[in-house]
């Protein structure tokens, strides 16, 4: 049983025209020649200026009515009686939506535009009244009207629009995308949202409900809803609104301007797919997108044409009460049907009405279609034999009444659970009223159509039906609340597939991509190892809609394969091989992955959320000018994936770091668009392995296979992912055994001098211990006399004990033959007292010609001091000097001296004739004086302060006069020789 319950409230003023004689309570009779206006809401005949004859001629009158807000249950009306309604055609009855004739007029009255209906005001009646001028020329007159004026309530009309929508061939289409949440904005606009009527009522959007039934299936309430439709079609959808009073207002798809739902489907993706599936780390991967817009499979969607019902339906308010023409019609279009027709009766599947009506026997019915077919649903009027008296939905049984009924749904089809209503009422098929009580009620529900819907075949769908009342008595009325033809599902079938291109193909920014053609190609190169790369490829149609989809591509963990150092064995020993992965993790571990979210610009208003293994883990939104850190653990083989989407204008980062310190920045800059960010973690594969030559090791698919032979021979190991063996890995390794590795040696220093040290050191050892207590493979000795030194050495198998001798000699004792003194250009011999054998050096080179003879002459152009050198064969060399003093000159100071207390040139002298005063220095090499004299029988014996000094160079100073008083100033160099 569908029952609808209207409470009235409001009273506005309401004027009925009537045309049959009907017997009128009113408290009293007001001419339009009177004074007025009369204000409230008692039943008042109202008459022309004469009621008892002819109106006269050019009369211009103004009468109003306004109601005081209260109203009586059975209202006011103004009536007239057929009889008493005659204004001539050139005489006119105005009738205003207000208090003066400068409100809005609402009818022109006279015999050629005679009332039908009667006549209400709205909600927005200034002052909450109705206003009547009535004119006539001086020509003919009529016999003028009765009328009774009183109060009804008339509930406000509401006009609306969905922001968004745009139109179509006519049609006003809302587009949107499968998938995706959007919003739907119901635009009102009231026709009486302020108002200068003290008794209105006002309708906003807050005291407004809102009630949304979308063509999948969906509802929601309020002025916005939010709603996603899951697949693409074209959708149709209704609203209806419900105002301050319980007034209600439906609006439908295809009526009114109420948009259709486009929904642009989700694409199917072409050759989508990573060229090689599956890639070795280091290596790049070449990404196939699939985008064709030519292909209708990769841009088309096949809808379904949705609706809460296909066909047509009407919601309205219309009065079935007393008038002129007793046929009340109420009219609807259809839409988006292409230009169908009906091809036979069961293309219409029912028809139903919703009404309250207080007598069957007074009511037919029919349904017309666009081109004037028509089908009579039920008709008591002309062929009904039950009582008359039996309603139609719970009514209030009175006439002219403010107050409907209870109002009932009765649906009529080509063989209904009942028979036809003509039937069922003789019949007695009944319900007890509960308004009016003790009336019967002809039970809602499904009844045959009184004519077959035949009479419909040909019918366009598409174009205005009409269903006609006929309601022949004044005794009862009531109210038709709404109706719906309801097709055939088969029909929307027909409707052709929408068509969607797609215009745009794209990789999603990821910085693995290092090459993209901007439409559908893109090369990889990882950063990532071990597991499942995602690359998201996004198309856009041409309705602005963007669908996504995932490459995997498969990167096998980087693997660094190490078998070991060549290794010395024991004969007869077993050998274990190992492969170790230094790079790689213990096999599954758990990896903490951190992930923080952070606003670039100060603020960040979207959410992020966590997916972990296809399960959301948690929608995350940082503080506005910080940032927000999460930690997730993930197992081996889990998945993390990250959707975020940011509308607040800003640039959004996001950082990823996994437990090896590997870190991700995701930015997104502002945009509509989802970004999805994938990885699935792994610490280590299934590794295989294989060991060549396989026969000398006891399982060479093992990482730690036992070799079988006692040779030194090359071991090659492979190992590689199971999956993907096309990365696979080899290191060598090669056992020595003893007997075929060079004895441990010990090298050295085995002569040195006396006072010298001596480096030795043991090579091919395991471990060492000296005789001297060292465990180091390289000590340094400094022994006085002749030594054995020895080691014990362990080469992996035994312990050897290694000597080595350290010979010490004694520096060679050698005696210089005595300094002379040559004139310039004369010659002398050099010799030195050495033991045959060793090697003997004489230098400078100036004024000799064999520096290693022995004797040798020599002719130096100056005073000179040779030094001689001899070797005796193991780097033990000793020194000695000969001054060869050449006079040219008066003045000489000896170049080197040799103070080693044998008498010969033991100390350097300033030599010279005629000197009469003498300043005689010696300095060292930092400018200190270390010797001083004025006398030439003193010289520098190579001592300062008592002390020896060493050999080197010093430098010397002489400031003379002569006795000719001529100042002489020498300086040079002296080599001091120990």
């Known amino acids: 049983m569908n029952i609808t319950k209207l409470t009235w409230g409001f009273r506005v003023l309401v004027v009925l025209f009537v045309f049959v004689s009907v017997q009128l309570v009113t408290g009293q009779t007001v001419s339009i020649s009177e004074s007025g206006p009369t204000t409230g809401c008692t039943p008042t005949k109202f008459v022309d200026t004469d009621v008892s004859g002819d109106y006269g001629n050019n009369e211009a009158h103004e009468y109003g009515f306004c109601t005081d807000g209260t109203g009586g249950a059975n209202g006011l009306y103004v009536v007239f009686e057929a009889s008493k309604f005659d204004i001539h055609e050139s005489d006119t009855l105005y009738v205003y939506n207000g208090n003066s004739a400068t409100s809005r007029i609402i009818a022109k009255l006279n015999n050629s535009n005679k009332p039908t209906d009667s006549l209400f005001t709205d909600g927005c009646s200034e002052g909450g009244c109705i206003y009547f001028k009535f004119v006539s020329d001086g020509t003919d007159v009529g016999k003028g009207w009765e009328a009774t004026v009183g109060c009804k309530f008339v509930c406000q009309k509401i006009s609306l629009s969905v922001a968004g929508s745009i139109d179509i061939n006519g049609q006003s289409v809302l587009i949107r995308c499968a998938g995706e949440s959007t919003s739907f904005n119901a635009v009102t606009n009231y026709a009486c949202a302020s108002t200068n009527n003290p008794h209105s009522y006002f309708q906003l959007d807050g005291n407004t409900t809102f009630n949304w039934t979308f063509g999948d299936g969906g509802t929601g309430i309020g002025s916005t809803v939010y709603h996603t439709f899951g697949e693409g079609g074209l959708f149709s959808t209704s609203l209806q609104v419900t105002d301050a009073k319980g007034c209600k207002q439906n609006f439908v798809s295809g009526q009114d301007g109420f948009p259709l739902i486009k929904v642009s489907g989700r694409p199917i993706f072409g050759e989508l797919k990573a060229v090689s599936d599956s890639i070795c780390f280091g290596d790049t991967a070449y990404l196939v997108g ?60 029912k028809i139903c009405i919703n009404l309250e009506h207080s007598g069957i026997g007074d009511l037919k019915m029919k349904i017309t279609c666009p081109n004037g077919q028509s089908a009579v649903l039920m008709d008591e009027v002309s062929l009904g034999t039950g009582p008359k008296s039996t309603f139609l939905g719970d009514a209030n049984n009175s006439v002219f009444k403010i107050d409907p009924g209870e109002s009932m749904t009765y649906c009529f089809t080509e063989s209904g659970t009942f028979g036809t209503m003509t039937t069922e009422n003789a019949a007695g098929n009944y319900v007890p009223s509960s308004v009016v009580s003790g009336n019967d009620i002809l039970t809602p529900g499904s009844y045959s159509s009184q004519e077959s819907f035949a009479g419909l075949v040909g019918c366009p769908l598409d174009g205005e039906w009409t ?36 215009v745009r193909g794209f990789w999603i920014s990821n910085p693995d991509i290092f090459w993209t053609n901007n439409v559908d190609s893109a090369q990889v190169a990882p950063q990532y190892s071990g597991g499942n790369m995602d690359y998201m490829y996004r198309v856009q149609d041409e309705n602005g809609c963007q669908f996504d989809s995932i490459v995997k591509l498969y990167v096998a963990s980087e693997i660094d394969i190490n078998a070991g150092y060549d290794t010395l064995l024991c004969p007869g020993d077993p050998y274990r091989l190992s492969a170790h992965f230094p790079h790689l993790h213990a096999q599954h571990t758990d990896c903490q992955f951190a992930v923080r979210m952070l606003a670039s610009n100060g603020t960040w208003t979207d959410e992020v959320e966590v997916i972990i293994n296809n399960t959301t883990a948690g929608n995350y939104t940082p503080i506005a000018g910080g940032f927000l850190d999460q930690t997730f653990t993930l197992k081996w083989g889990d998945s993390l994936e990250l959707w975020h989407k940011t509308t607040n204008g800003e640039s ?48 060479p698919s093992s990482g730690w296979p036992i070799a079988k032979t006692g040779d030194s021979i090359e071991y090659v190991v492979t190992a590689y992912n199971r999956y993907v063996p096309s990365c696979a890995v080899t290191d060598t390794i090669i056992p020595y055994f003893d007997e075929q590795i060079p004895a441990p040696t010990i090298e050295g220093d085995n002569h040195i001098c006396l006072g ?46 290694y000597t080595l001798t350290v010979n010490v000699h004694d520096y060679p004792i050698i005696k210089a033959s005595n300094d002379t003194t040559i004139r310039l250009g004369s010659t002398t011999e050099l010799s030195v007292q050495a033991k045959d054998g060793y090697t003997v050096t004489w230098s400078p080179l100036e004024g000799i010609t064999c520096p290693n003879c022995n004797p040798v002459p020599a002719t130096p152009g100056e005073t000179t001091a040779y030094i001689v050198s001899v070797n005796d064969g193991f780097g033990c060399i000793s020194y000695d000097t000969v001054v060869v003093s050449v006079l040219e000159y008066p003045f000489f100071v000896a170049s080197g ?12 002298y300033f030599r010279g004739e005629g000197i009469a005063r003498l300043e005689f220095k010696i300095y060292d090499r930092w400018g200190q004086e270390v010797f001083a004299t004025h006398e030439q029988s003193q010289g520098w014996d190579g001592t300062f302060n008592g002390e020896p000094l060493s050999s080197g160079t010093y430098v010397y100073y002489v400031y003379a006069v002569l006795g000719t008083g001529d100042p002489i100033e020498l300086d040079g160099n002296i080599t001091l020789f120990r």
Not at 478 to 484: H, K, N, T
Not at 657 to 669: L, P, R, W
Not at 671 to 684: C, E, M, N, P, V
């Open 290 to 349: 699939g985008l064709d817009t030519n292909k209708a499979q990769d841009g088309g969607f096949q809808p379904n044409v949705q609706r809460p019902f296909v066909g047509i339906q009407k919601h309205d308010q219309l009065y079935l009460g007393p008038q002129q023409d007793p046929v009340f019609t109420s009219k609807a279009t259809g839409a988006g049907f292409n230009g169908q027709t009906v091809s036979a009766s069961s293309d219409i599947d």
């Open 756 to 801: 010298d040290s001596a480096r030795l050191e043991v090579f091919n050892f395991e471990s060492i211990d000296w005789t001297t207590g060292s465990l180091d493979s390289v000590i340094k000795v400094a022994p006085t006399a002749t030594t054995d030194f020895s080691a014990d050495v362990y080469d992996g198998c035994t312990t050897r004990t």
């Open 897 to 908: 001296f040799t103070p080693n207390g044998d008498g010969i040139n033991d100390a350097v």
């Open 652 to 699: 959004e980062d996001i950082y990823i770091i996994d437990c090896e310190g590997k870190e991700m920045k995701i930015n997104q800059a502002n945009t509509s668009d989802y970004f999805a960010y994938g990885i699935r973690y792994y610490d280590k594969f299934d590794l295989v392995y294989s060991w060549k030559p396989g026969d000398q090791v006891d399982d």
């Open 467 to 502: 269903v006609e009342i006929e309601d022949n008595e004044l005794a009862n009325d009531g109210y038709l609340f709404s109706w719906q033809i309801h097709f055939n599902a088969s029909l929307a079938g027909n409707i052709p597939p929408q068509q969607t291109k797609l």
